[in-house]
């Protein structure tokens, strides 16, 4: 997040408590060459008035956007007879010091007022916050947002939101936060009048999400997959190496990570069912040694969901190293579980799904059943026909994504027989536990311009498996 660094060359703020006016005399330093003057008048004031107490050089100028007058041979010389309510006005001195100009002005009260808006939804790594900025009309707002740190009396110079330009109410979500500490927040505005500093509030962030219970290997966030399941996901996609007789199973490091054929041994596309009744080893191959359709099936039976507990054809029945390292614990998710996520659930934000670039790769992110719109904003949520480029997130922004619980599918493409690989960085295919008939499956798939829950290939190609184990 930026930091906010405010020059003004003229500036005076005014505390002020009611919405009647008053008049009060208002003096403004003028330094050596150009200035702006913001005159917050309510009522105009005469030019020849104004400045009759104070003593100009020659060549002096005064201008607006349609008026200028320059000082010569001891007086003013131009077409401005009035100072108007909310002008600003340009000064340029030939002093060699700074002067002083004085005004009689009619100010406004309630010139501006910044709040801190009650803290709610207090995680263990987010918060939302926000304000409110009251300004009269006809003054601006240059920035706004809500400033916060481990220390009280937060400023702009610690981290802090960038919230708009508007008056009004405002909501922004702090994220990326450490667990069980205190910290301090303050809404600010920067108008006219200078930089101005709500009431503090503090909050202590949760010991871990409220839940104690995440799995090794999981992102941190809940996702319905019904009106009665909530999922983890896995940190990553699902890899496999067959080695020396024995056979790792483990998660991609990062969520973004696809292998395709720069593998090092590694396979992350499989074919439907490739963990086998014997759990699997010829998983890396997407059926058999043959290029038929028919030899290669979940345990050898046609019409088998993998989730049925007959057997054990799920990938997640294995033991994954980076994921617990015990068999049984993750699973896939069917066919109508998929549709549920992209589709059916609700969230806090309505928001679901997102095309997004991460890190360069092209895929999908999906946001948890508590995010909150004000934490980061994305483009065209939901919208299944939006590019990749629609969201193009950073490494660095994407570390404190995913540790708000966002998940992402990278746009693996898909893998033909032993050696050919198709539409990587450009197509996503995600198995489901489902079959359709003896030789198609549903699986999960997106590319640039659409998203299907429901698309049924042969399960003989390799493609993703990204897995999931349950929330109590």
Aim: hydrophobic share 35%; glycine share 10%; proline share 3%.
């Amino acid at each position: 997040m930026k930091k906010i660094s405010v020059l003004f060359v003229i500036l005076f703020a005014f505390v002020l408590t009611s919405r009647q006016s008053f008049a009060q005399e208002v003096t403004i330093t003028i330094t050596p060459g150009w200035n702006w003057i913001a005159c917050p008048l309510m009522d105009t004031l005469d030019f020849e008035e104004a400045m009759g107490a104070f003593t100009p050089m020659a060549g002096d100028i005064i201008k607006s956007r349609y008026h200028f007058a320059e000082y010569y041979e001891g007086m003013w010389v131009g077409n401005i007879q009035q100072f108007f309510p909310g002008v600003g006005y340009h000064y340029k001195s030939n002093h060699t010091e700074p002067v002083t100009l004085t005004f009689q002005m009619q100010l406004p009260v309630l010139q501006m007022v910044v709040t801190t808006s009650e803290l709610t939804d207090i995680t263990a790594s987010s918060v939302v916050a926000g304000g409110t900025v009251t300004i009269n009309e006809g003054n601006h707002i240059y920035a706004r947002g809500v400033c916060w740190d481990t220390e009280q009396m937060p400023t702009v110079d610690s981290d802090h939101t960038s919230s708009g330009t508007e008056a009004g109410a405002f909501t922004a979500m702090l994220i990326g936060l450490t667990s069980n500490t205190t910290y301090y927040v303050r809404a600010y505005a920067v108008t006219d009048f200078g930089l101005s500093y709500g009431e503090e509030q503090s909050f202590t962030t949760l010991e871990h999400s409220g839940n104690d219970t995440v799995p090794e290997g999981a992102i941190d966030g809940l996702f319905s997959v019904s009106t009665t399941q909530q999922v983890y996901f896995s940190q990553g996609n699902l890899q496999y190496q067959y080695q020396d007789s024995i056979g790792i199973w483990r998660f991609a490091e990062n969520q973004y990570d696809y292998l395709g054929n720069a593998n090092n041994g590694w396979r992350d596309l499989f074919g439907w069912g490739t963990s086998g009744y014997d759990h699997g080893a010829s998983c890396y191959q997407p059926w058999g040694t043959s290029t038929t359709y028919g030899d290669y099936y979940a345990y050898g039976n046609w019409n088998s969901n993998l989730s049925d507990q007959s057997g054990m054809a799920d990938w997640g029945y294995n033991a994954i190293s980076n994921g617990g390292n015990q068999e049984n614990l993750w699973r896939t998710l069917s066919q109508s579980e998929w549709d549920y996520v992209f589709f059916v659930r609700s969230t806090i934000s309505g928001i679901r799904f997102a095309k997004a670039t991460v890190n360069g790769v092209h895929g999908v992110v999906l946001l948890p059943d508590n995010w909150s719109e004000s934490a980061y904003a994305l483009n065209d949520t939901n919208v299944t026909g939006a590019p990749y480029e629609t969201n193009v997130i950073t490494d660095s922004m994407w570390e404190v994504l995913e540790a708000c619980g966002v998940v992402f599918l990278p746009a693996a493409g898909y893998r033909y027989g032993a050696s050919s690989y198709n539409y990587q960085n450009s197509y996503g295919y995600y198995w489901s536990s489902t079959y359709d008939d003896s030789r198609y499956v549903f699986s999960m798939d997106f590319a640039d311009n659409w998203v299907y829950s429901d698309d049924s290939f042969y399960r003989y190609f390799g493609r993703s498996v990204r897995l999931v184990c349950n929330a109590e």
